[in-house]
């Protein structure tokens, strides 16, 4: 193509000259011939320059070529065995082969049209064989066969095939090795995984397969450039079950790779514990926790771990589903209810969830961390240092300084106030709540090394808030504690966590002579491709601790592409959050994301309700918090309308929703001067019957009040009350139990 493209420009230059020299007299032309012939040299030696193709990259472009042709397979097996035959005789030939990755793309073609033909003659064992002892075989060849074997339901082959590649990159490590973005190597350790799983009267041992994969422990950081890695990839089990094995083998893969999880779970616990403190997906840690609790279950000599346990809590905590960690703390109390010190930890950390459970004023989750601090905490002192760090963790939650300050004078000893994990949760709670003179006394009392990376993040976004922001400080602390080793104060020194990714990037956005040109991933080294979880993480992060909505517009704008509806949830829910943020900028944001994904690739194309479901939920619980904020009926239509389209997309609104619309209708009645107009009523019923249809458990202190407001509530949803609900309701509107739903949704 690009020789036809030359001569053809060549051909119209000499078109135009020949042209030209009609209108020129012949006399006055004279011909340089030594002139003529430099030129032509010239020309012969720009020829020689020319890149020719290599030999093998020729052989694979003819190969490929006859493969789109739709050439019969046997003849282009045939004539690629030819090729390879010719290459070999060639000086160094079985080197270039084996370095080449020219023929690497004809040959995955190849395969699959082995595997897809239903006229093909070739097995595709056959090939990989062939190009094996060619030295031509790469990952990706081996995950195609490996992948055909085990969904045509033949674990043992795929067993063989793991055996002979353990064999070709112990040999040649660096196919083993991500080419262009993709692990080919982790697909076929989690096929092998998969198919030690499907073996006739198999029942899994951990030890037997890290013997079969040669597999490091999960904890083993040791690695060079040219090692692999084959440890179990624990989290590549259930998705290569879904998609690759028979639907008939489904169940009996699932109940082996439960098997398999726990007993790995066993044996690697600081990995599942950094697992479960970096998730970001709900549905994954729920499942965790499924197959955790299950296995627990089945096998009667094993105990549950308290660390895991209370790790649980945190997770669901840190996921917005703090109900679904009361539940984790219901199962597990029977296990631990015999060992003090495992439910002294179980106690503390149910302090900071009873924190976290919707409440209709700050005030009453107070009162809940000090019921839970008084009857299970201090009824059993000896008090652990552990149980004052969460006591401050749980007030922190309450956005109350004056609890906090409380706490420090009334509750904590003399003795243990010098004790650094208590001092260090004091600070970062005093720190974070933002009044000037209990500040710079915390200041004051800053130990010279600071252990915590919450107080550590505390400090930083201290001096980000100062008049005048002052970069030489803030760097200084940055290095001091998330810097590269290779200072003296290496010991102290840590990875950042995304809180401190989030508070670096607005640091240098803040600091920054170009903030128009400021790239925001690139300034705290995060990939969006391979990085998107951990890009999600500190986006939200960096939500909550910019000030205003600008900064955050900026970073989407640099995050747009490609486009992404958890993205998009982001830039939705920041409109709402933040107080110079725009309900009509949110709803352009939904609009924009309707038509992008209705038109991807430029055609017409259907979008997925599970993607609209969350955005949906955004724009009902911001205009909510609205209406709450401004203590106004006029978003009411708002909320119904988005509400209504999720009867649209046959969906409902996720159960943390419904759960703020109940509790803004409810407060919305209550604090109005004038009742509620008609249609106003209507959408309130229409949301009710909503809720009784689904069997929704609802916040009965809430319904009642809609009630006594006029509404008609169905009395389905009322529930009757106990003594013990009545004296709750005198002293709180939303009891604790009363989150609903959430964790029906979450299992």
């Given amino acids: 193509m690009l020789r036809n493209s030359t001569l053809l420009r060549t051909s119209l230059r000499g078109l135009s000259s020949a042209k030209t020299l009609r209108n020129v007299n012949a006399a006055e032309i004279s011909f340089d011939y030594k002139e003529n012939d430099t030129n032509l040299e010239k020309q012969a030696k720009k020829d020689d320059e020319r890149p020719r193709v290599h030999p093998v990259s020729a052989l694979g472009i003819i190969l490929n070529q006859e493969l789109k042709d739709n050439k019969d397979i046997g003849d282009v097996y045939t004539k690629f065995n030819e090729g390879v035959a010719k290459l070999k005789t060639a000086k160094n030939g079985e080197e270039r082969l084996q370095n080449s990755y020219g023929l690497t793309s004809v040959i995955s073609r190849m395969l699959q049209t082995s595997i897809v033909d239903k006229e093909s003659k070739v097995d595709p064992y056959e090939i990989l064989n062939n190009i094996c002892d060619s030295h031509l075989a ?163 000599e094993s105990a549950p771990d308290v660390g895991i346990v209370t790790k649980f809590m945190e997770s669901f905590v840190s996921l917005n589903r703090p109900n679904v960690a009361v539940k984790v703390y219901n199962d597990f109390k029977p296990s631990f209810k015999d060992n003090a010190e495992d439910m002294a930890l179980l106690n503390d950390e149910l302090l900071v969830i009873v924190a976290h459970l919707q409440s209709n004023s700050n005030i009453y989750r107070a009162t809940r961390i000090q019921a839970i601090w008084n009857s299970l905490i201090t009824a059993n002192e000896p008090i652990a240092p552990h149980s004052y760090v ?43 709540l933002g009044r000037f003179k209990p500040q710079e006394k915390a200041l004051a009392m800053l130990p010279t090394n600071i252990r915590s990376s919450e107080l550590i993040n505390a400090v930083l976004l201290k001096v980000l808030a100062e008049p005048e922001f002052k970069f030489d400080k803030f760097s200084k602390i940055l290095d001091k504690y998330y810097g590269s080793p290779g200072s003296n104060d290496d010991q102290i020194k840590r990875l950042p966590n995304h809180e401190a990714l989030a508070i670096k990037m607005f640091g240098n956005y803040v600091g920054s002579a170009d903030r128009p040109n400021f790239k925001f991933l690139n300034s705290v080294g995060i990939n969006p491709r391979s990085d998107f979880l951990r890009q999600q993480r500190i986006v939200d992060d960096f939500i909550s601790i910019s000030p205003s909505i600008e900064p955050i517009r900026a970073l989407f704008a640099e995050i747009r592409e490609p486009i992404n509806s958890k993205k998009y949830k982001q830039a939705i829910d920041a409109e709402f959050a933040k107080r110079d943020g725009s309900a009509a900028d949110a709803e352009a944001l939904f609009r924009e994301y309707l038509d992008r994904s209705a038109n991807v690739g430029g055609s017409k194309s259907e979008i997925k309700a599970q993607f609209i479901r969350g955005l949906i939920d955004s724009m009902i619980v911001g205009f909510c918090n609205i209406s709450v904020r401004e203590r106004s009926l006029r978003y009411m239509s708002k909320i119904h309308e988005y509400y209504s389209l999720m009867g649209e997309i046959n969906s ?18 209550r604090i109005q001067k004038e009742k509620i107009n008609e249609p106003e009523k209507k959408y309130i019923t229409e949301f009710l019957s909503a809720l009784e249809k689904r069997k929704f458990y609802a916040n009965q202190g809430e319904l009642r009040t809609l009630k006594f407001e006029g509404i008609s509530v169905p009395e389905s949803l009322l529930k009757k009350r106990t003594a013990k609900a009545k004296k709750t309701e005198k002293t709180e509107e939303t009891p604790a139990t009363e989150a609903s739903g959430a964790p029906q949704e979450a299992a």
């Fill in 138 to 300: 790469r990952s990706q060849h081996f995950l195609i066969v490996m992948k055909y074997f085990l969904s045509s339901k033949l674990p043992q082959d795929v067993m063989s095939l793991w055996i002979k590649y353990l064999g070709l990159i112990t040999e040649n490590p660096s196919i083993a090795l991500p080419y262009r973005g993709r692990n080919t190597h982790k697909d076929i350790l989690a096929i092998t995984t998969v198919a030690y799983l499907l073996l006739p009267n198999n029942t899994p041992d951990i030890n037997v397969l890290n013997q079969i994969l040669q597999a490091k422990g999960a904890n083993d950081a040791s690695s060079a450039l040219t090692s692999f890695d084959n440890s179990i990839p624990i989290t590549l089990i259930r998705p290569t079950i879904f998609q690759m094995v028979n639907k008939k083998d489904i169940p009996t893969a699932l109940k082996n790779s439960d098997n398999l999880l726990f007993q790995y779970i066993s044996q690697n616990k600081d990995w599942f514990k950094r697992e479960l403190s970096e998730g970001t997906d709900l549905k994954v840690t729920a499942n965790y926790y499924d197959i955790y609790k299950g296995s627990i279950a089945e096998v009667s």
């Fill in 390 to 432: 969460k006591l401050f963790d749980a007030l922190l939650v309450t956005k109350n300084i004056d609890e906090v300050e409380s706490a420090w004078e009334n509750e904590v000893p003399v003795a243990l106030k010098k004790n650094q994990d208590i001092l260090e949760a004091y600070l970062n709670a005093v720190l974070r």
């Fill in 652 to 669: 409902h609104a996720a159960n943390t929703t419904d759960v703020a619309m109940l509790h803004t209708y409810a407060t919305l009645v």
